[in-house]
């Protein structure tokens, strides 16, 4: 298991991603990731990733995925 930071366009942390579900800074969670969408708690699609872009349903990138840090380094 490992955590990744989210971040916006200009680098600040919005959130994270813990494997599949992904929280607010505030660690309630707002989604889950199915295959390469993120969907929120309701379960529309909320946004997509392309490696480790985070980008709008339109395609464009709004944000950003940090690097993997292992759970036990937390």
Do not use: F, K, S
């Given at each position: 298991?490992a955590?990744?930071?989210?971040y916006?366009?200009?680098g ?10 992904m929280?607010?800074?505030n ?6 990731l199915r295959?390469?969408?993120i969907?929120?708690?309701g379960?529309e699609r ?20 940090g690097?993997?840090?292992p759970?036990?380094?937390?």
């Open positions: 298991m955590t990744r930071g989210v916006d366009r200009d600040e942390a919005v959130g994270y991603l813990t494997d599949t579900r929280y607010d800074l660690g309630n969670q707002t989604g889950e295959g390469r969408v969907y929120d708690m379960g909320r946004w997509m990733l392309d490696r480790d872009a985070l980008l709008d349903l339109r395609g464009n990138v709004i944000g950003y995925l690097e993997r840090i759970n036990d380094a937390l």
